[in-house]
């Protein structure tokens, strides 16, 4: 089993930052990706980024150039850093972590881009 836990997310207005954490704890020695998704209302989830255990990444066309995702081994954490953020990147942000023992989800944090 493997447990996340975001935070990060908050209230900011267009053009500001923000940088969302993922704790992950538990079965986290098989991890083979970890991602960052985003769900606003009325829309169906979406991949916002994702990196794999060799350190690459891909990101969503939405957001290329403006977001970046890591991953700090010693902290056992992924961060998403969120710049030049608008109004159309509200949602609530979810980490998602797979590994060879399966699929797993944290909980969301909201961000909300508004003036």
Request: charged share 15%.
């Amino acid at each position: 089993q493997v447990q996340l836990v975001e935070s990060g997310g908050g209230l900011v207005q267009p053009g500001g930052s923000l940088r969302l954490s993922c704790a992950a704890s538990g079965s986290i020695f098989d991890l083979y990706t970890m991602a960052w998704y985003r769900q606003s209302p009325g829309k169906q989830r979406e991949l916002v980024a994702v990196i794999d255990s060799g350190g690459n990444t891909n990101y969503a066309d939405s957001v290329k150039g403006r977001f970046t995702i890591s991953w700090a081994n010693a902290k056992n954490t992924m961060y998403l850093q969120m710049n030049s953020l608008r109004p159309d990147d509200t949602a609530v942000y979810y980490c998602d972590a797979r590994s060879t023992g399966g699929h797993y989800w944290g909980q969301g944090t909201q961000v909300t881009v508004s003036s």
